[in-house]
């Protein structure tokens, strides 16, 4: 059987470009000038994962060091998938800088500059990772009779023949799937508040066949808990080739009961911002579910997939459609970890980029909004394209991923503006979420073209761009935005996405990808300014049992 995935969601996110050179500034002072690898290096800040662990019981913090162990164990998979042997790399590379630097990415290949091999001698990053045989051609795969080849919980492989054989992920991986199992049957024993409990078991269990998409109803049940585990095989996105294969990963997550009140609300809007997309009826006939759940954390580790390269602030999981369906999702808002991002990224990025003037708009509550509604709006528009052929993921092939982020992010300020002309939000402007989301657009499009996030930015860029949405003030390289065609080109660009999706257009996609996916040079100039202000591209944690004071 094959499961059919939507996209979850790493949020937002992004990169910069490895070839910044020494400013004048630098030039003149006195500085040791900066090696190649020790720039790449300084893309990234570091940050202290923290809370404030009161709000946890005494049997709930001996959890903790259990987790984060199984969290280790994901990253260790992690690596095996992403990209092989990770000792063996490690201990071949003498330049500390770079030693550091293939750590932040599990590997290699600098996903903050399009896959790029940063040591010499390793060659492309293979589009399928390690989840194929890189000899494997996507017409082999396609012409395979092969039974699991599809499932997201194999890898493909050779036999002595060399003919493809798909390998279930608790054999491929049994080591850590054996040790993870034990270590999470025995914090359930630990849990008290019976949702945890539950999910748990039933996460103990899925690791010894399986059964991940059974044991994510189990989450979806659990409610009241203060301490969340997300964990397991998840997000595709590191799959390039088909976009199938779930990638490991783990969050623990403390719930922040107060922020998640605020946005409690929001869920039960959802039925009626679907009716009000600027689409025709048939490109929004799904009616999204109503029970799905917004709340906001302190994450305290991240670990594998989410912890490579840019780092994830946002979650909407699970990702299995036929949940959606039938219970929807739940929406994870990781507030610290925006809070880094926003202090530390987006209000410098805006100091060089936004008009002066409207730098005032540039707010966390915005930011935090925005990314919010990004989650939320992964649930509207429609899962299958209207010709009844299959899921517009299926359709939309390498690009899915791509689209559907864009969808997420086109929709929430869509959302954002709708929520807000009719008064149900009552923090802030409209012109604090369209400037924030402008600068957000600069902050996003540093991930470069390896990322989908990446890359629904660059075509959002151009399409707003050529919509009027923002001028550039040549004197200065100031962005400004125009307010009254910003709320056209959101509606305009909402439109085209989800028309995009409900058609399958495939071949649309590709050309409006090759025409506008990409950074042009004048976009490129005022990225290489935030470059040469040592702006950082994204955040790496100092965490665990010591950062936490455990
Ligand atoms: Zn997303």
Known sequence: MQKLYTLGCLALILLLFSCNKPTETQEESNEPTMSESEKRLAKYTSFKLTTDLSKLTEKEKQMIPLLIEVAGLMDNIFWEQAYGDKDALLSSISDEADKAFAKINYGPYDRLDGNKPFIEGVGDKPAGANFYPTDMTKEEFEGAELEGKDDDYTILRRDSAGKLIAIPYYEAYKEEYEKASALLAQAAELAEEPGLKAYLEARSQAFKDNSFVKSDYVWMDMKDNTLDFVVGPIETYEDGLFGRKAAHEAYILIKDKEW?????????????????????????????????????????????????????????????????????????????????????????????????????????????????????????????????????????????STIEEGKADILGIYMVTQLFEKGEIPQGTLEDFYVTFMAGIFRSVRFGVASSHGKANMLRFYFFQEMGAFTRDAETGAYRVNFEKMKEAIAALSAKILMIQGDGDYDGTVKWVAEQGKIGADLQADLDRLNDANIPVDIIFEQGKEALGL
């Open 260 to 400: 998640s009140s605020r946005l409690e609300k929001y869920a039960a809007f959802l039925p009626e911002l679907q009716k009000g997309l600027p689409v025709e009826e048939k490109y929004k006939a799904t009616l999204p579910g109503t029970n799905s759940q917004l709340n906001a954390y302190d994450v305290v580790y991240y670990a594998g997939d989410c912890n490579a390269g840019s780092k994830t602030i946002a979650i909407n999981l699970p990702n299995a459609e036929e949940i959606h369906e039938s219970k929807g999702s739940r929406r994870l808002q990781l507030k610290n970890a925006m809070q880094a991002k926003f202090d530390k990224i987006l209000l410098p990025i805006a100091d060089e980029l936004i008009a002066e003037e409207q730098r005032k708009h540039i707010t966390f509550n915005a930011f935090f909004s925005n990314t919010m509604f990004h989650e939320v709006a992964h649930g509207l528009g429609i899962k299958n394209t209207l010709d009844g052929k299959g899921t517009v993921r299926d359709a939309l092939k390498e690009y899915a």
